[in-house]
């Protein structure tokens, strides 16, 4: 049996992730934009390029939700993209009315879907979906610490000189400036990352997967990253629709682990057909933890300008 994902967004990002699912074969994906045509015209090239490479063209567009019904993950990718100088924090009020709306047309047709997010300041974005879906926290699911990882991993892998498949590692925290890369859970090969590469290096590095993000919206000069975001949610959307059991980070709600009370921030978290199966509490450093709270209270104060 086919699933359906619907993304909420046709940009680049959106239009990203609707490719590489696509790809997968077993994806039906309803690609849905508020500007009149704009999906649909982006869905009939994608498709278009699935055929090419020999998959079947799957994908839908849209101007409105009622295609969306009964899908089984909804993404929402919609929202005022990131220009040159600004953070995530400074979309925060324009983009809370658009996840709010958005969400509320999605669960009125999908009410037992899972629903992820993309749209920044990612975290709070995420809570406040929770807050208006009144889904079950583990079907709230926001995508920066798969994202933050792959630089993270890309980071090292140049530094070192090695294959990015050989190492191994992730990234905690909100994803903004306040990330949390992990040294003391990050190796090559089995070999620990600290054994590999001097100090300073590996602070420039952290310093540049914090600022990852900010470096491409910078080079671009126009948008933001769109190729890594979709791929991240592709392997999210896997692992939930084919029961994988895979760990992420991932932005979902805390309820006490690590000392963090009802906020959403990225932690290490088990995806499966239940969505987020299990939040695993690791035994971080001292200043590991520090920075995850900080991280944490980063996103609360968000939350308490929202209102919710």
Not at 176 to 190: K, L, R
Request: with cysteine; charged share 20%.
């Amino acid at each position: 049996m086919r699933s359906k994902v619907t993304v909420v967004g046709a940009g680049a990002t959106g239009g990203s992730t609707a490719r590489r699912l696509a790809e997968s074969g077993y994806v039906d994906v309803v690609l849905v934009d508020i500007v009149e045509g704009f999906a649909v015209g982006k869905a009939l090239d994608l498709n278009q390029g699935l055929t090419l490479q020999g998959h079947t063209p799957s994908i839908v567009g849209s101007d409105g939700y009622d295609e969306t019904a009964g899908s089984d993950i909804c993404v929402i990718t919609s929202g005022f993209p990131r220009q040159p100088g600004m953070s995530r924090d400074d979309l925060l009020l324009k983009n809370q009315e658009i996840v709010e709306q958005v969400t509320r047309e999605l669960v009125k047709r999908s009410p037992d879907c899972t629903l992820i997010i993309l749209t920044n300041p990612m975290d709070a974005m995420a809570q406040l979906a929770h807050s208006v879906s009144g889904f079950p926290k583990n079907r709230v699911i926001g995508q920066g610490g798969l994202l933050d990882t792959a630089r993270y991993r890309t980071f090292i892998s140049w530094e070192l000189d090695v294959a990015p498949g050989d190492v191994s590692g992730f990234v905690l925290g909100g994803h903004g400036d306040t990330m949390v890369p992990v040294p003391s859970y990050t190796s090559v090969a089995g070999v620990p990352l600290t054994q590999l590469i001097d100090a300073d290096r590996l602070e420039a590095i952290i310093k540049r997967t914090a600022a990852g993000g900010g470096e491409i919206v910078g080079l671009l000069g126009r948008g933001s990253a769109f190729e890594a975001p979709g791929e991240a949610v592709a392997m999210m959307a896997d692992a939930i629709l084919m029961d994988r059991k895979r760990l992420f980070p991932c932005a979902v709600l805390l309820e006490g682990q690590y000392g963090i009370e009802t906020t959403f921030v990225g932690v290490l978290v088990k995806l499966g057909a239940g969505g987020v199966e299990e939040i695993l509490e690791l035994d971080l450093q001292e200043s590991e933890l520090a920075g995850l709270r900080h991280s944490a209270d980063s996103v609360r104060e968000l939350i308490e300008v929202m209102g919710i």
